[in-house]
């Protein structure tokens, strides 16, 4: 069963307009943590906002928000104002609380491509 | 501040040829080092991770392998490519290694078998 979502595999955007990326996750653990990343064409996979399950606020940083609804295991990526830069391909990722002492695994989704235009 | 390397940016090698991309990372100590791949337009692909020196975890069997001779240092090796390794692999670092914790990437390394 496939742990994270992101149902839309494209999207425009016209620049200074927000977009709203999609995202849910399949888990049974109670703690977890919800990643944001941000691919542009480069390839650099730069980390943008982070969201763990017992907070109880939704994360914000800068023009990136995440719209978190627990019951309903979506962590959706608002960004605001968007710009040219932010063209990119975006997905999220969650991390689950691991018993295993070694390492705990990063799973993606398989990603949003974004295209704002001027 | 922390900074990740890998190298080389870009290689095209013959399906048979032998691999090694290297991951180096500064100005932390002990981190926990990951190596994802990444096909054309696909999400990421854990393959390996270490949580110190010699210590390697394999998630995917194949014909790949990682090593981890230092610290800050995490290789990936083959000794005989298929057509199937071409894609893009990412080298992420951490610390802590806790559901809470942020990985982060390096600049990838755009791999292509022929």
């Known amino acids: 069963a496939q742990k994270i979502t992101q149902t839309q595999p494209g999207m425009f955007v016209q620049e200074k307009e927000a977009v709203t990326l999609d995202c849910t996750y399949d888990?049974?653990?109670?703690?977890?943590?919800l990643f944001w990343y941000k691919q542009p064409s480069s390839g650099e996979m730069i980390f943008l906002i982070y969201q763990g399950s017992y907070d109880e606020q939704n994360a914000t940083e800068g023009r990136y928000s995440l719209n978190f609804q627990k019951a309903r295991k979506s962590a959706n990526l608002v960004i605001s104002a968007s710009q040219l830069g932010d063209s990119a391909m975006y997905f999220c990722a969650m991390r689950e609380l691991m018993i295993k002492a070694a390492g705990n695994k990063l799973t993606f989704g398989g990603g949003t491509r974004v295209l704002v235009k001027p | 501040s922390q900074t990740i390397h890998q190298w080389p940016a870009t290689l095209v090698q013959p399906v048979g040829s032998p691999l090694s991309l290297e991951c180096t990372v500064e100005g932390t100590s002990n981190p926990n080092l990951y190596w994802y791949r990444q096909a054309a337009g696909r999400g990421l692909q854990l393959l390996f991770y270490?949580?110190?020196?010699?210590?390697i975890s394999s998630e995917v069997p194949q014909n790949l392998s990682a090593s981890r001779p230092q610290d800050r240092q995490f290789i990936l090796s083959s000794k005989k490519l298929l057509l199937s390794d071409s894609g893009f692999y990412l080298c992420a670092w951490e610390l802590g290694g806790g559901y809470t914790d942020t990985q982060y990437f390096g600049p990838g390394t755009r791999l292509t078998v022929l």
């Open positions: 270490s949580v110190g020196i010699g210590q």
């Open positions: 888990t049974s653990d109670q703690s977890y943590g």
